[in-house]
Antibody, heavy 116, light 110 residues
Framework: EVQLVESGGGLVQPGGSLRLSCAASGFTFRDYWMSWVRQAPGKGLEWVANIKQDGSEKNYVDSVKGRFTISRDNAKNSLYLQMNSLRADDTAVYYC?????????WGQGTLVTVSS | QSALTQPASVSGSPGQSITISCTGTSSDVGAYNYVSWYQQHPGKAPKLMIYDVNKRPSGVSNRFSGSKSGNTASLTISGLQAEDEADYFCCSYAGRSTYVFGTGTKVTVL
């Protein structure tokens, strides 16, 4: 059974940083693109970033370019999202997801709240 | 990277069919056959219902079907059931390994 477990969310002040982690199990992690998708409270889904199997390609939505960095450790079956210069509009539940063009597996999400 | 446009809400009676539209541009929906649809119940993670415009993952009811014409993709739910009441989001490939989601549609079963 595929499991994706996010951690690292919490309350952070504007301008602060946070690192999200996603522990993956139940599939061969190194064989898949991985993605982060977020959802602001009461709002829709927003694709944030994805990363190729070997980490050689990373892509971001324009609103986070230069502030967020996606990475992975295939030896640890883990996906990460380093978030810097956080803003109020980054407040959202952040989902770790297996795949990119069609996503069959999602974590339960971790809430990031950016507020003073 | 503007969100794809979906109607805010669609409703129908049990047994009826409803269709949700998803309008993009010639740079996303119109350019690629990589449109997917997700169902999301309150407080839950999204569930993949359709991928590659019209393919159903294993385990998804055949009451769900997808199509595309030009810059607009559609999700049709036939034989509407109470359990179909949820939010639905489309998603399209937008080139250079980037993706864009739709604004979301709340489906209400009357």
């Amino acid at each position: 059974e595929v499991q994706l477990v996010e951690s690292g969310g919490g309350l952070v002040q504007p301008g602060g940083s946070l690192r999200l982690s996603c522990a993956a199990s139940g599939f061969t992690f190194r064989d898949y693109w991985m993605s982060w998708v977020r959802q602001a409270p009461g709002k829709g889904l927003e694709w944030v970033a994805n990363i190729k199997q070997d980490g050689s390609e990373k892509n971001y939505v324009d609103s986070v370019k230069g502030r967020f960095t996606i990475s992975r450790d295939n030896a640890k079956n883990s996906l990460y999202l380093q978030m810097n210069s956080l803003r109020a509009d980054d407040t959202a539940v952040y989902y770790c997801a297996r795949g990119t063009s069609d996503i069959p597996d999602w974590g339960q999400g971790t809430l990031v709240t950016v507020s003073s | 990277q503007s969100a794809l446009t979906q109607p805010a809400s669609v409703s129908g009676s049990p047994g009826q069919s409803i269709t949700i539209s998803c309008t993009g541009t010639s740079s996303d929906v119109g350019a690629y056959n990589y449109v997917s649809w997700y169902q999301q119940h309150p407080g839950k993670a999204p569930k993949l219902m359709i991928y590659d415009v019209n393919k159903r993952p294993s385990g998804v009811s055949n009451r769900f079907s997808g199509s595309k014409s030009g810059n607009t993709a559609s999700l049709t739910i036939s034989g509407l059931q109470a359990e179909d009441e949820a939010d639905y989001f489309c998603c399209s490939y937008a080139g250079r390994s980037t993706y864009v989601f739709g604004t979301g549609t709340k489906v209400t079963v009357l």
